[in-house]
Structures are given as structure tokens and as C-alpha cells.
């Protein structure tokens, strides 16, 4: 089994305020028999008006939010460690 630390960082930064903003991130691994998720955390600044996580028609985990107040940035930070059995190869 091997073990991975994941982080990844987005920033978005306005010309001017953004009054409403709605994202859509792809950013908490998928669990699967190979795959265990030991955390994940997702941090957003500002802190959303609305959030929802879900997952897509494909199984994997969708986070949603919104935000409906003006704001120059936008900071999503996803931090993860998922430990993985290797698979082997099928001819």
C-alpha cells in the first residue's frame, strides 16, 4: 500500500467585487476497493453562503457553493491523504 499527501491550492482574484459567484470543485478523492481515504478537508475563503457536496452521475465527490456577498478573492485549499493498493495490470 502506498500512501499520498495531496494539497492543492486555487486563487482567484477580481478586477472588482464579485457580488454573487457560484463553484463548482471536483477536489475530494473518490473512495473505491483500491483506493481509502484517510482525510480530507476542504478550506474556502470567504466562507460560502451556500454549500452542498454531493456526488456526480459517475460516483465522484462534487462540492457546490455560493457566495452572495462582494468579494476581491476567492481561495480554495483541498488537503487529502488517500493510502492506494496497486493494481495490477491486465493484458
Known amino acids: 500500500m502506498t ?5 492543492h491550492r486555487t486563487a482567484y482574484e477580481y478586477h472588482r467585487p ?3 459567484g457560484f463553484t463548482t470543485t471536483h477536489l475530494h478523492p ?3 476497493p483500491w483506493q481509502t481515504v484517510e482525510s480530507a478537508e ?4 470567504p466562507t ?3 454549500f452542498d457536496a454531493t456526488h456526480d452521475p459517475f460516483g465522484n465527490p ?3 457553493v455560493a457566495f452572495h456577498v462582494p468579494h ?3 481561495l480554495i485549499r483541498s488537503e487529502m491523504t488517500v493510502a492506494v493498493v496497486p493494481q495490477q495490470l491486465q493484458p
Open 3 to 7: 500512501r499520498y499527501r495531496v494539497v
Open 62 to 64: 462534487v462540492t457546490w
Open 18 to 20: 464579485m457580488a454573487d
Open 30 to 32: 473518490r473512495v473505491s
Open 42 to 45: 476542504l478550506h474556502i475563503e
Open 72 to 74: 476581491e478573492e476567492l
Open 48 to 50: 460560502p453562503d451556500e
